[in-house]
């Protein structure tokens, strides 16, 4: 959100290892070209919206089976676009076609509807009603710089609001440009070989062009995932129209680890390692990232040797944007002026960072925990001692919230209950002995968490629940058998799950 | 909304019907008093949210008995502040214990925890995760002008919110501040009796502190019933927070009706009484009451003369404060000054308004559209004459967002499937052959619906499903058995409903 392309101006594929010059991709989408995007989403939605879900399921199994075939091309795109890599980027492939899978599972269940019958009594003047959910309407999808595919335009989002049954105007990401124009294309072919409108799929280009679909009185919800700034920003637009909209944005988390002193005890080098290689992992640039590790003073020096070793192996690497690299080194810099960094690999080139972790020891200044409140994109986390678990209970509790709260603990543990409990108001997800990076995509799954971590932490974007961001209620009262929509009439001619109440209340 | 209370004035219970002198209630809250009340309550909600559900069914059910044993007292305070009338009154009492009876149902029955299980698999590296839904905190309660108990105090979203495990701060509508008071004292006695904290359930009073209330960084959530303006307001102070919190408005609902020629044909007569008796129940004064009805030119004439004489029955009545009087008054001079009105009997004091019904003939400007389209709180509605059923359904489909929409049809009626289709985006309830005031308290009754009718459509203020509101998911990842909350332990000690996936994906 960062970059302050003029509406006149291409959009350019860039490069980000530097090796090969900039492309042109597409125009910078104008508002006459919204207008005309979001009408012809609007006019595609409907007949889309109605149909019986496993029709939309035919059609992201489609989308699951093109994503497949076209990997290569996909891979190649994305990784030039974000230097990845090839490992990743084809594991993120197929996380996308899984997860056009999984909605294709969740719609054609049924239970994603909630179609609840409460029988009349006509004697005693109580009406029947009958309730369902039904799509929003369209939805502005906003890339991720960090997912170019996962969270971006063939990503969560976009799939889920499909199976919902809405259309989709997504927003590509700068740093991947050409990654959204050929993902965008492939799933509008699909749309159209199977007979469906693809307009259902609409893709504008550029920062004001976000701004203005955000605005746009025919996007009636947002999903986002970005950065703190861009995102309260574009909330904000959605929260101050004339109809407000829901947003729902994943904005910064700084993901908490707390190792109580019995974990340290048992096993102070295995999670000092496993630590680094989460922190590291995929250049420090997930949203899971453990941003700050909280560790006892017994084994402060034990844990920070190991984080050395193992940050010794750990190789520099390119960010994903340049302003993702500026400020990552700014922040680091500002960090090491207060507290030691260690740091990993020198880099290879000029534009590579290496890797860096700060040591917060109980001697320095705790005002500093301004330094690991705030999320920093990229390979850099703090570790910082504790004296008491009481003392480390009071630091956790005092942070803002996370999309996860992490704890080590031993089998039988006195000082367990207390971090769960003040984990709990924290975060969406609580990870025991583990690491949060690495999110399943499951229908237990919650990702999401109190402000900053999400914008409405009542809903989450990863998982079959994350359908329910694009759906509303609508009830029907004493309506007659022929005026119903299928899956409400007697005749369930789409056998979908129902709940019958009792019809005492 | 409209009172400008100075907070260091008292707040006064004034009688509507005008036969007695205005009553000092309480002092209007001020900042002090709102840190107090929002710590008292953030500080009792952990324990109350972590208890096992059927100890607050129990409270619950101790509510519901209160109030029916205070019935008296609760009708007569709250007949002066509102000249509701006793027979009206008397059933919202009996309307509140049903409600606080159902949420007490409701999470005794276990599904509302919305329990989920994924099974990991250890050997593939996939992790298990257990979610639920725990309560978001502390929730501010805005009371409504026209529903002194029902959308009060002690109304559904308080008593849905304490059901999900939350605290309560309510904001006391200042139409009725003697019954909120009174309501709060029967509800934290009941609290105090039964063991608990009675700062669960905190009472503000004032426009100021009602602001100061959604602006504190305590409060997690907001419900309100009110009007389109004073809900946007405390909408955008919502949404603009440092953390943003949901806001759950219900404000303005037009609620149109339609009647399609085959009905009009089959039952004018019947259509058109029952419409002035759901126009002017409870002095027009309902949120479902039926703004505007459009009926063919084919039977405007006798439509029309049976509202002349059904509205001739209609007796003259308080309205609830002054100001809303005040603006009915204007905005009946307005659309009369354009419209010829059709007036029922003569008020028997100058207080008094006398129920309006305009008539919008083809002939007349149809910008006057702006006259049906904004709700008008009080005895008034609009008939609108049309000729052709495509007319119609264009004229319905341009409206704003409203809480029900009504088609009178024929069993077999040619127009009745366009205008059920063009319905269905407009609002979260749909009514047939009926009238939308008397909203059932049930499982599947949906309450809410797209802008302005409601400021997120996603939700419902009435019914079992609108406790949702109030609950966010947590998931757990791979925690020991000691470490997990009471319904995600194998041994589910609290006995709740779990959904387990395959694990496959």
Same mark, same amino acid.
């Given at each position: 959100m960062t970059s302050t392309i003029n509406p006149d101006q291409m959009v350019m594929s860039t490069d980000a290892r530097g090796n090969s010059a900039d492309v042109p991709v597409a125009g910078a989408t104008n508002q006459h070209d919204i207008d005309q995007i979001t009408a012809a989403a609007a006019s595609a939605q409907p007949e889309w919206g109605q149909a019986r879900p496993?029709?939309?399921?035919?059609?992201?199994?489609? +989308? *699951?089976?093109?994503?497949?075939?076209?990997?290569? !091309?996909? @891979?190649?795109?994305?990784?030039? &676009?974000?230097?990845?890599?090839?490992?990743?980027?084809?594991? =993120?492939?197929? $996380?996308?076609?899984?997860?056009?899978?999984? +909605?294709?599972?969740?719609? &054609?269940?049924? $239970?994603?509807?909630?179609?609840?019958?409460?029988?009349?009594? &006509?004697?005693?003047?109580?009406? =029947?009603?009958?309730?369902?959910?039904?799509?929003?309407?369209? @939805?502005?999808?906003?890339?991720?710089?960090?997912?170019?595919?996962?969270?971006?335009?063939?990503?969560?989002? /976009? @799939?889920?609001?499909?199976?919902?049954?809405?259309?989709?105007?997504?927003?590509? %990401?700068?740093?991947?440009?050409?990654t959204s124009e050929l993902a965008a294309h492939i799933m509008r072919r699909v749309l159209s070989d199977a007979g469906w409108d693809p307009g259902l799929l609409g893709l504008v280009h550029g920062e004001s062009a976000?701004?203005?679909?955000? *605005?746009?009185?025919?996007?009636?919800?947002?999903?986002?995932?970005?950065?703190?700034?861009?995102?309260?920003?574009?909330?904000?637009?959605?929260?101050?129209?004339? $109809?407000?909209?829901?947003?729902?944005?994943?904005?910064?988390?700084?993901?908490?680890?707390?190792?109580?002193?019995?974990?340290?005890?048992?096993?102070?080098? !295995?999670?000092? $390692?496993?630590?680094?290689? #989460?922190?590291?992992?995929?250049?420090?640039?997930?949203? /899971?990232?453990?941003?700050?590790?909280?560790?006892?003073? #017994? %084994?402060?020096? !034990?844990? /920070?040797?190991?984080?050395?070793?193992?940050?010794?192996?750990?190789? #520099?690497?390119?960010?994903?944007? /340049?302003?993702?690299?500026?400020?990552?080194?700014?922040?680091?810099?500002?960090?090491?002026?207060? *507290?030691?960094?260690?740091?990993g690999a020198t880099g290879t080139d000029g534009d590579q960072v290496q890797p860096a972790i700060a040591v917060v020891r109980l001697s320095e200044n705790r005002e500093m925990s301004a330094h690991w409140y705030a999320e920093c994109f990229g390979p850099f986390s703090v570790i910082v001692e504790y004296d008491t678990p009481e003392t480390c209970v009071r630091m956790v509790a005092s942070m803002p919230g996370s999309l996860t709260a992490t704890l080590h603990c031993a089998d039988v543990d006195p000082d367990a209950p207390a971090f769960a409990a003040a984990f709990a108001p924290l975060a969406g997800r609580l990870v025991f002995n583990g690491f949060p990076t690495g999110v399943r995509v499951s229908h237990a799954m919650h990702h999401g968490g109190p402000f900053p971590s999400s914008t409405n932490p009542l809903h989450t974007s990863v998982g079959a629940t994350s359908i329910r961001r694009w759906l509303r209620p609508l009830a029907y009262q004493n309506a007659p058998e022929a005026l119903l929509p299928p899956p409400l009439q007697d005749s369930n001619t789409w056998d979908v799950p129902r709940t019958k109440s009792s019809g005492s209340s």
């Open positions: 496993s029709q939309r399921a035919d059609v992201l199994r489609k +989308f *699951a089976a093109a994503f497949a075939d076209h990997t290569d !091309e996909i @891979v190649a795109t994305a990784d030039r &676009e974000t230097a990845l890599g090839v490992a990743r980027l084809t594991g =993120e492939t197929q $996380r996308i076609a899984a997860q056009a899978t999984l +909605f294709a599972d969740v719609i &054609e269940d049924g $239970r994603y509807l909630e179609v609840m019958v409460d029988p009349g009594d &006509e004697s005693a003047g109580v009406p =029947e009603i009958r309730r369902y959910l039904i799509p929003v309407g369209t @939805v502005a999808v906003f890339g991720a710089s960090n997912f170019p595919l996962a969270f971006s335009v063939p990503g969560g989002d /976009t @799939v889920s609001a499909l199976a919902a049954g809405c259309a989709v105007v997504a927003k590509a %990401h700068p740093g991947h440009p050409a976000g701004t203005a679909l955000v *605005a746009h009185d025919r996007t009636d919800a947002v999903g986002f995932t970005g950065s703190e700034l861009g995102g309260r920003a574009l909330h904000d637009v959605a929260s101050g129209r004339p $109809r407000p909209i829901p947003f729902y944005g994943e904005l910064g988390s700084v993901n908490p680890v707390v190792v109580t002193p019995s974990a340290a005890q048992d096993r102070c080098i !295995e999670i000092a $390692r496993e630590y680094v290689a #989460s922190a590291t992992l995929s250049a420090g640039q997930f949203c /899971t990232k453990p941003g700050v590790i909280f560790v006892p003073s #017994s %084994h402060i020096d !034990e844990f /920070t040797e190991q984080v050395t070793l193992a940050l010794a192996d750990c190789p #520099s690497a390119h960010l994903l944007t /340049t302003p993702i690299r500026d400020r990552f080194r700014s922040h680091v810099d500002a960090v090491g002026s207060e *507290a030691p960094v260690l740091q």
